[in-house]
């Protein structure tokens, strides 16, 4: 059984920063990519970053590219998010998801595994 529980999400100021984290349980040694979307009520989820597990290369929506920061550590089973310079519009819940797949993943239909997501709120 494969489980993902995020973590690190809270109420930050504009401007500021959190880290997200994500730990992950079970047949972790399939998986080629992790990535982190994020949704808006009422809205669909939406691709923020991806990482490959095995070789580290990254790739970021538009939105956030230079902001954030995604990371992994294989020893851990963990992945993360490194957030700076936080807007209101980064505002919502924050998913971490795993998949088999290796070609570069960004959408939600190419992953197999999700968290139950964990709220980030950036107050202005």
């Known amino acids: 059984q494969v489980q993902l529980v995020e973590s690190g999400g809270g109420l930050v100021q504009v401007g500021g920063s959190l880290r997200l984290s994500c730990a992950a349980y079970g047949r972790t040694g399939s998986w080629y990519h992790m990535g982190w979307f994020r949704q808006v009520p009422g809205k669909e989820r939406e691709f923020v970053a991806t990482?490959?597990?095995?070789?580290?290369?990254?790739f970021y929506a538009n939105s956030v590219k230079g902001r954030f920061t995604i990371t992994r550590n294989r020893a851990e089973s963990t992945l993360h998010l490194q957030m700076n310079s936080l807007k209101p519009g980064d505002t919502t819940v924050y998913y971490c998801?795993?998949?088999?797949?290796?070609?570069?993943?960004?959408?939600?239909?190419?992953?197999?595994?999700w968290g139950q997501g964990t709220q980030v709120t950036v107050s202005s």
């Open positions: 990482i490959n597990w095995l070789g580290a290369n990254t």
């Open positions: 998801a795993a998949t088999g797949s290796n070609l570069l993943p960004t959408r939600t239909s190419d992953y197999d595994y």
